[in-house]
């Protein structure tokens, strides 16, 4: 029987360590944490220095856990020795203190250590367990005041918020902070006001091809204006804002001759930059493969305890992934020099190591996240890992490896020219040695200047030389606001802030999206309608110390302070609970105050006409009722990206004063508000449900657009629709008839003595499958497109169409034991196997 036990938090790891361990280790996995606070009620005494209550885990449908804490306790009492390796920050020494509580035996007493290492390889794990230490109390108190000030926040907080609001929502410490830094921008842009501008471009050419672009510089001595538009124009600059003026530019311009007045070309190095740190992976990521911050950690976390590689076993492939060192061992810097002399050669060698500095309260105890072994190429790995863990992976690789190369090397070249009282300039770049640029170049957020240069190619021209005007174009611009946020730039924005930790900024993004307070289209967060409405009620509640950035910030500085030793964790805690019960009393009085109080106001009711509207608070915020009818309708229309109206309450689609008229009865259209957004809606309801949509920028969908064909249920003309999931075909009785036409493939269903033909179909999150119409019949789907042509390999009566970035459109065989596609190469594509799916209701379709 083995002498020691070894307690870490998964299975995964625990095989990894296990083999590095002789026989006299037994290695258990306590998967996660085996004690929290408790399930229902706070669990924390205010009155008794924020005493704690602890209770082991219930058990869940995904975990038995008292099984697993009796399986613990019985191999401790067993051991000789207990040695507790959770993972090396403050939540895995919060995990071995609540073992040491609840596994180890008290009488007889037995030996219990603390190993750490920020790598699961051999040599690590073998230095750990040499120097084993003792639990850290500093990183448990800190865990714990962090632990007990989100519990504070949501237990006192979102009973409010539920109450106030309605349904199932939760207000948090540093949750609360990000909403509000995406509904602060979301009012930026639709507060945001356009400024025209125009840029005047010269297309010239010299002696030597090719032909170039130079941009008006300067308009005697004032400079053209082309940023900061909020900020006021200077004496010595010029803003052209209108059409006439550039055309008077223009034509003045065209008369002149074109004469290089100046040329510049300087050397310019491009550093390299360091290993990653957590939120660096979770930005990188994110820019270049396009994943989820949670997806990221997922992966990182199996890549750090252990990959399973052949005959070698599981591997741990990278170091630890919560980290904001950018540090690297003296033995890791070894081998990547020496990898890199031996794979690249001398030139892409620095004389000596590059050593990066780390933000004034990095963890320096902590790695950067590498590669355990750099001579693990990607490549090498390609067999054993999948796709996603593959590509996070070579990004880890290359990052580091690149981080210890030399820089790269542009000629920076500027060429100024006169004509006559104008001066026009043309800058570019040209690599003259790649550097660290031969592996890695990081990913942006926004097109820089930068990359514009590295674009252009400049010809060879001489001081004085005259050049020949192609042609001379005025172009028109006009200001952008201020983008909305990507994962990656809302990770940026939070580390610069200073809000929450990279280890939780996974939690944070799926709790927003999750609660329904943001929604992510084309990669980037809106708000939603409840979003703002929670968002508001906690801010004009009286939270608005408390939720905002300057303050979220110090509290995480304290916490800090307190895992260093210099700040007792109570005192923080009182610190902040002292503030807290000051605000929770003024938003308690608030809530009350909103949702009792009907405000009076002189709008009149498009239902039934009726003056005197009052104001009421709900779900998605401030709204109209008729006293009268009870109709209601919005109260706060919603602006355009732009800043422009979206249109009045009361008006048609356009902003229009005359409300428009419903298509299917008659009666006016008016904005309401609902769980997607804003609407337009009967005021016919509930006898009408028409609806149109309106998109994000403030566009109102078409009204349905009659088609030359009947409907087979009632015989009554078909109109083209458009709902949340886009265009559709229904009955124009609609909801007298509930009638869609589906979209067929022409593919008769695969499946035997079923009827039915392959259709089109939305998904919950709009994305299109194939499914069979004898739903629920016949449950038969695909994700890819069904295209009627046998396979040529087994003559099954259709294939699959599929389209890649890297194979682009390619046919294969449905059959999963026919290996046929239509790839020029022939060679065999994975398949993915017929998925079923839940399909989705059909679209709404009152559009």
């Not at 083999?19 to 306590?30: E, H, R």
């Not at 082991?56 to 390796?85: F, G, M, Q, T």
């Not at 750990?128 to 949501?154: E, H, S, T, Y």
């Not at 009350?592 to 709900?618: A, H, S, W, Y």
Request: aromatic share 8%; hydrophobic share 35%; net charge positive.
């Amino acid at each position: 029987m083995a002498k020691n036990l070894v307690i870490v938090e998964s299975p995964a790891k625990a095989k990894t360590i296990n083999k590095y361990l002789g026989k006299d280790y037994l290695v258990k996995a306590s998967i996660g944490h085996i004690k929290d606070l408790p399930s229902k009620g706070l669990g924390v005494d205010v009155e008794d220095d924020f005493k704690p209550t602890y209770e082991v885990i219930p058990d869940s449908r995904k975990r038995n856990n008292k099984r697993i804490v009796a399986e613990l306790k019985k191999a401790a009492k067993d051991a000789d020795a207990v040695y507790l390796a959770a993972d090396p920050d403050r939540e895995g020494e919060a995990i071995c203190q609540h073992l040491a509580e609840e596994i180890v035996p008290k009488r007889p007493a037995k030996p219990t250590y603390r190993v750490m290492f920020n790598e699961i390889t051999k040599r690590a794990v073998n230095a750990a367990f040499d120097n084993p230490g003792k639990i850290d109390g500093n990183l448990v108190d800190a865990q714990q005041a962090r632990r007990i000030l989100d519990r504070l926040v949501g237990y006192k907080v979102s009973p409010l918020l539920c109450r106030t609001i309605g349904g199932r929502l939760s207000a948090g410490r540093v949750q609360s902070v990000a909403l509000r830094i995406v509904v602060e921008r979301e009012r930026e842009i639709e507060k945001f006001l356009k400024t025209e501008y125009w840029t005047i471009v010269a297309n010239v050419a010299a002696k030597l091809p090719p032909a170039f672009d130079a941009r008006l510089l300067k308009v005697g001595e004032q400079t053209v204006k082309t940023s900061g538009f909020d900020q006021e124009t200077k004496k010595n600059e010029i803003l052209i804002n209108e059409e006439a003026r550039a055309t008077e530019i223009v034509a003045e311009a065209g008369k002149e001759r074109f004469v290089v007045s100046e040329v510049a070309t300087k050397e310019r190095k491009r550093n390299p930059v360091p290993p990653f740190i957590t939120s660096k992976l979770q930005q990188e990521a994110s820019r270049k493969l396009g994943f989820a911050v949670k997806r990221t950690m997922m992966l990182a976390q199996k890549l750090y305890e252990g990959v399973e590689l052949g005959a070698e076993g599981s591997v741990g492939l990278i170091t630890y992934m919560r980290t904001d060192s950018t540090r690297v061992s003296e033995a890791a810097l070894a081998e990547l020099r020496d990898f890199i002399g031996s794979q690249y050669g001398p030139a892409y060698l620095p004389e000596k190591a590059v050593h990066y500095r780390s933000k004034k309260d990095a963890q320096d105890a902590h790695e950067a996240i590498r590669p355990t072994e750099v001579v693990r190429t990607p490549d090498s790995l390609a067999q054993y890992l999948n796709k996603d863990e593959l590509r996070l992976y070579r990004l880890i690789w290359q990052r580091t490896v690149a981080s210890q190369m030399t820089s790269a090397i542009f000629d920076q070249t500027t060429i100024d020219i006169s004509a006559g009282r104008f001066v026009f300039r043309a800058t570019g770049s040209v690599q003259k040695f790649d550097g660290f640029l031969k592996l890695y170049q990081e990913g942006r957020d926004e097109k820089t200047e930068e990359d514009e240069e590295a674009e252009r190619t400049l010809p060879m021209v001489e001081k004085g030389e005259v050049l020949d005007l192609k042609t001379i174009t005025p172009e028109q611009h006009f200001t952008e606001p201020p983008p909305r946020f990507t994962e990656a730039t809302l990770v940026k924005a939070l580390e610069e802030k200073g809000i929450g930790r990279p280890s939780t900024y996974a939690a944070i993004m799926t709790t927003i999206q999750d609660r329904e307070y943001v929604e992510k289209l084309e990669g980037r967060f809106h708000p939603t309608g409840l979003g703002k409405t929670v968002n508001d009620v906690l801010i004009d509640g009286g939270f608005d110390d408390l939720f905002n950035v300057t303050y979220t910030a110090r509290m995480e500085e304290e916490l800090d302070h307190v895992e260093e030793g210099k700040l007792k964790w109570t005192t923080a805690l009182h610190e902040f609970y002292d503030k807290f019960k000051d605000d929770l009393g003024k938003f308690k009085t608030y809530t009350d105050g909103i949702k009792n109080v009907d405000t009076p106001t002189d709008e009149v009711c498009l239902k039934c006409e009726t003056k005197g509207m009052v104001q009421k608070f709900g779900r998605f915020g401030k709204y109209l009722k008729c006293l009268n009818c009870a109709a209601t309708r919005d109260a706060e229309p919603k602006a355009g990206a732009d800043g422009s109206p979206a249109g009045d309450s009361s008006a048609g689609a356009n902003g229009s004063e005359e409300p428009e008229a419903c298509d299917l009865c008659g009666k006016p259209m008016q904005l309401k508000r609902g769980r997607f957004g804003q609407f337009l809606g009967c005021t016919g309801y509930p006898e009408c449900r028409n609806i149109r949509k309106i998109s994000k920028a403030g566009a109102v969908a078409p009204a349905p657009i009659p088609l030359d064909e009947k409907c087979p249920v009632d015989d009554a003309q078909l109109v083209r629709r458009f709902g949340r999931f886009g265009e559709f075909i229904s009955c124009s009785n609609y909801p007298k008839c509930k009638y869609i036409k589906q979209e067929t493939t022409g593919v008769t269903c695969p499946r035997e003595g079923c009827v039915g033909e392959l259709v089109v179909k939305k998904s919950k999150r709009g994305k299109t499958f194939y499914g069979c119409s004898q739903y629920p019949a016949c449950d038969s789907v695909f994700w890819n497109k069904p295209v009627k042509e046998a396979c040529p390999n087994c003559q099954a009566p259709f294939l699959l169409e599929k389209t890649t970035k890297k194979q682009g459109t390619f046919r294969y065989c449905a059959n999963e034991e026919c290996a046929y596609n239509s790839t020029e190469t022939g060679a065999e594509i994975p398949k993915v196997k017929p998925t079923k799916v839940q399909p989705d209701r059909p679209p709404a379709r009152s559009s």
